[in-house]
């Protein structure tokens, strides 16, 4: 079985400071992981995904993520806030290692980023 | 601009009535999906159809039916529901099933409210 937690359904952040939100997973099998982000009325889009190629994954709009076995986690990261990043964050994990589980899509419960000027 | 196409973006219908949603790719993808999402909620899995044969359905209620025309939409027909199916349906699609070198491309999805 897979699962994840994203900690914190909100976070506050001022403009220019660092955007941290927190993934962890629960995987039997090396998990495939992503990122997406949803705005305001809109459906979800790929911020970043994780196959295993690297550990540190760099996304859309000056995202990136680092996958740490060790700590069972894929915490998403940007330097740098502006207000156009005020958006639901998903986390998601796949696993690919039975056909039972193809397609399925176990996504965390999302947080909410709201930046402040 | 989404490349998932879906329509209409907003519905209101009764409970007796009977209503389609519509997704459309043209991206060549092979897997299609039909999720749910509920307000300040995750989206939920409802179906997914692969090389246009349903091979997922999350033990979903028969007043949603899917249906895959073709390779490239995807419709849910909608019959008898209830208020409590009032949400957000999300459109997705992706190269294949497999998923993990395949994300999912959303659409923008349909506001439906039944009253």
């Known amino acids: 079985a897979q699962s994840v937690t994203q900690l914190g359904s909100h976070v506050s952040v001022s403009e220019g400071a660092l955007v941290l939100l927190r993934c962890n997973y629960s995987s039997s099998v090396p998990p495939y992981l992503f990122w997406y982000v949803q705005y305001p009325n809109q459906g979800l889009q790929l911020l970043l995904k994780y196959t295993s190629a690297a550990t540190l994954v760099k996304g859309i709009n000056g995202f990136e993520a680092e996958f740490k076995k060790s700590e069972t986690s894929f915490h998403l990261t940007k330097p740098s806030a502006h207000m156009s990043d005020a958006a639901e964050y998903f986390c998601?994990?796949?696993?690919?290692?039975?056909?039972?589980?193809?397609?399925?899509?176990?996504f965390g419960a999302g947080t909410q980023v709201v930046v402040t000027p | 601009d989404t490349e998932v196409t879906q329509t209409p973006k907003h519905l209101v219908m009764g409970m007796t009535n009977k209503k389609s949603l519509k997704c459309e790719q043209h991206m060549g993808h092979r897997a299609m999906y039909w999720y749910k999402q509920k307000a300040k909620k995750p989206p939920e899995l409802m179906f997914v159809y692969s090389y246009e044969k349903l091979s997922i359905n999350e033990s979903v209620p028969s007043r949603f039916s899917p249906e895959c025309p073709n390779s490239s939409l995807l419709n849910l027909h909608l019959h008898a529901l209830q208020p409590e199916d009032s949400a957000l349906y999300l459109c997705a699609s992706s190269q294949d099933q497999a998923g993990y070198n395949s994300p999912l491309h959303f659409g923008n999805g349909t506001r439906l409210t039944v009253t």
């Open positions: 998601a994990v796949s696993n690919i290692m039975t056909t039972d589980s193809w397609g399925k899509l176990q």
